[in-house]
């Protein structure tokens, strides 16, 4: 079977990406019309629940006791932005699931910023007890970086990756 025309690959990135942040916008526009009246409780242990994040993810600034300005919490997600479009690019002829990586956490990383720039916070909606609040756009950061992890390990286990080890196909 023969590879996609790069073209077709591009363009389903570009889609794959779209249809992501597109997928976080409408669910956190839902929260924010739906969830006003108050949490939804959907299983046991598992709500859904409007809050506003000003903080990073999981709100690992306030328990640290600092409080960074708007302008900061929308450029440097504005910049890792940049550099996942810049990895994703370089990797169009790369392992598929070191692209699949950075597709998610490019997703990720522009849904959240597009609330940021738009609202000047985040909408988070699903609660998951004695766990933060959290979005669709967290979640695909997360699959991302699960996805970036099992990329990593694959390519350490090749046998390219140890010029020492002997070719089990040589001979």
């Not at 669910?27 to 046991?44: D, F, H, I, S």
């Not at 169009?92 to 997703?107: C, D, H, Q, S, V």
Request: glycine share 10%; aromatic share 8%.
């Amino acid at each position: 079977m023969g590879k996609m025309p790069s073209k077709v690959v591009s363009l389903a990135l570009v889609l794959l990406l779209v249809g992501m942040v597109g997928c976080d916008h409408a669910t956190k526009a839902a929260a924010t019309e739906k969830l006003a009246e108050g949490p939804v409780n959907l299983m046991p242990g598992v709500d859904l629940f409007y809050a506003r994040n000003h903080d990073v993810a999981f709100s690992a600034l306030s328990h640290l006791h600092l409080t960074p300005s708007p302008i900061v919490l929308a450029i440097l997600p504005a910049l890792l932005s940049i550099v996942l479009a810049v990895k994703l690019w370089q990797t169009r002829k790369g392992p598929p699931m070191e692209r699949a990586a950075y597709l998610f956490l490019l997703g990720g990383a522009l849904g959240n910023l597009g609330d940021r720039l738009a609202r000047g916070y985040v909408v988070d909606f699903i609660y998951v007890h004695h766990w933060p609040v959290f979005n669709v756009a967290d979640v695909l950061v997360v699959i991302g970086m699960g996805l970036f992890a099992i990329a990593k390990l694959r390519e350490r286990r090749s046998p390219d990756a140890d010029p020492g080890r002997p070719d089990p196909g040589g001979a």
